[in-house]
Each structure stands twice: as C-alpha cells, then as structure tokens.
C-alpha cells in the first residue's frame, strides 16, 4: 500500500517537475526579451550575464515611441496589424462556422476528398504559394493594400479553422435542433439560437488561432505591401536592423509593445480557449 502511494507521489512530482521545466523552457524568450528592452546599452552588449536590468531603463521603450520606426509612428503600425488581424477573425469564422456546419451536417458529393484537401492544403508551407498568390493579388487590384492582406490570410487560416468547428459541430446532437424545427423555428434560428452557442467555445480556440497566426505573419505582409506606412509590425521590426549594426534595444521594446495586444486578447478568452480546446479533444 505505502509502495502504491510513493510511486503516485514520486509520478506526481515528476509531472510537476516536467511542466515547470516545460513552463520555464517556454516563458524564458518572453521574459529575456522584456528584459531587454528595459536594460541600457552597456547591459545589452557585456559578456556577464545579467537577467535583471539594474537599474531599468526606459530608454528604448520612449524612443519606439517618440521617434517611430522609418518615419511613421508604431501606433500606425499596430494600427495596421489590428485591422488585419481584426477583420481577418471575423471574416474567418464566419466563413469557418458555415463550412463547418456543411461538413458536418450534410452529406454531399466529394465530401470526403473536400476534407482530405482541407488537410492536404495545410501540409503546403505558406512560403511555397507566395509567388502565386503575389500574382492573384496583383491582379485583382489589391496589391498594396490592407485588403489583400485579409484575403491571403483568410485563405491561409480557413483550413485548420474549418476542420476544428467541424468536431465541435458533429459533437452537437441532430435531436436538438430537430426540437427545435418540430417546436417551429426556422433554420436560421435553429443555427443562432441553439448551434451557435453550442460551438462557441471552439469559434473561440479557431479565432485564437487566426489572430495569432495573422498578428505573427511576416513573409507575404512583406511581399503584398509597398508603402512603408502599410506595414505590419512584423515587417516594421526590421527596420531596426542595419547593414552595419542592429537596435536590439529597439527591437526588444518595438517586440514587447506587440506582445501585449496578443497578451490581452488571450486574457480576455483564456476561459473559453481551454474549454473549446478540451471539449474539441474528447469530441467527435
């Protein structure tokens, strides 16, 4: 009996001792860069090791924001990203929940090859279709413009957003919204009143995910915009770096600004997130 408990115990404390491994492996980057972007020059560039700006500084964090970065202001950069970020989620989930709810509702012809495509197109790597997708932007007039960024986007996260809502869609019983039809609701109430609230929880994790994914992305909002005062703020944290030398003071502080927004919009749906994640694993 006693041995049965000790090996609970020890396996408890192995697992714990594993996350905080994990957790720490995770949240140093984070931590070195806000770190950094407090810590004066002469603490950046010394060969000692020195986790703790001492004392902090405010230097590069008032810069980023008095000086701007290539002539524009950060806020017009973090402007940008939300709107693309923003419009992109929106548009996504609309898009995602209807394919979802088609998916995992209807049988139709092809249904089985659309959804291996689905993971077919996700396997591609985003670099590979930029050439292609440059070209249709260019054509359809949206090149150098926020829209087109939104599409491409769109396009990119579609796929995994769908697939996830398709579990979370088959999870929900038929019989609900049968009640629902019997009791007379149309369909479209039968979808917002008593779909929608169902799968909300994993509308969420998708959303996550897309914003993330848009806020993160660098390659084609480098590729589709010319104006300078378009830019995203990934394509905008390059300008720190010169032919000859590199603001790491800057980067640092230019970094941990657009860390919060993703910060705070995690905080405000972490509830929902790990609820949609759980119940998207154990479902279907």
């Keep these: 009996m006693n041995d049965g408990l000790t090996r ?3 396996g408890r404390v192995a697992l714990n001792g594993a996350g905080i491994v994990v957790f720490l492996f995770a949240v140093f980057p984070v931590y070195w ?3 950094t972007a407090f810590k004066p020059n002469d603490q950046i560039f010394t060969t000692r090791f020195n986790p703790i700006p001492s004392p902090p500084s405010l230097d590069h964090i008032s810069r980023v924001f008095t000086k ?3 002539g524009h202001s950060i806020w017009q950069y973090l402007l940008n990203s939300a709107i693309v970020a923003v419009v992109t989620v929106v548009i996504g989930a ?3 929940l209807l394919a979802a709810t088609a998916v995992a509702r209807f049988r139709f012809r092809f ?3 659309f959804l291996i495509l689905l993971l077919i197109v996700q396997m591609v790597p985003a670099e590979a279709l930029l050439i292609s997708l440059f070209t249709m932007v260019k054509r359809l007039g949206m090149y150098d413009q926020l ?3 939104v599409v491409i986007n769109v396009g990119l996260t579609l796929p995994f957003s769908v697939w996830m809502l398709r579990t979370f869609v088959a999870a929900v019983p038929k019989e609900l919204e049968e009640a629902s039809w019997i009791d007379g609701a149309s369909r479209f109430t039968t979808f917002w009143r008593v779909l929608f609230p169902l799968v909300a929880p994993g509308l969420v994790a998708t959303s996550i995910f897309s914003f993330i994914t848009t806020w993160n992305e660098f390659a084609y909002a480098l590729t589709l915009i010319n104006d300078q005062g378009k830019y995203t703020m990934p394509v905008a944290l390059q300008f720190f770096v010169g032919q000859r030398s590199t603001d790491w003071g800057g980067i640092m502080a230019a970094s ?3 860390t919060i927004p993703v910060l705070i919009f995690f905080l405000l749906v972490q509830r929902r997130m790990v609820s949609g994640l759980v119940a998207g694993a154990v479902k279907g």
């Design 256 to 258: 941990t600004l657009m």
């Design 68 to 70: 701007g970065v290539a």
């Design 94 to 96: 609309v898009f995602a």
């Design 147 to 149: 829209i087109g960024l």
């Design 33 to 35: 860069m806000v770190a």
């Design 111 to 113: 249904r089985t090859s």
């Design 8 to 10: 609970k115990k020890f």
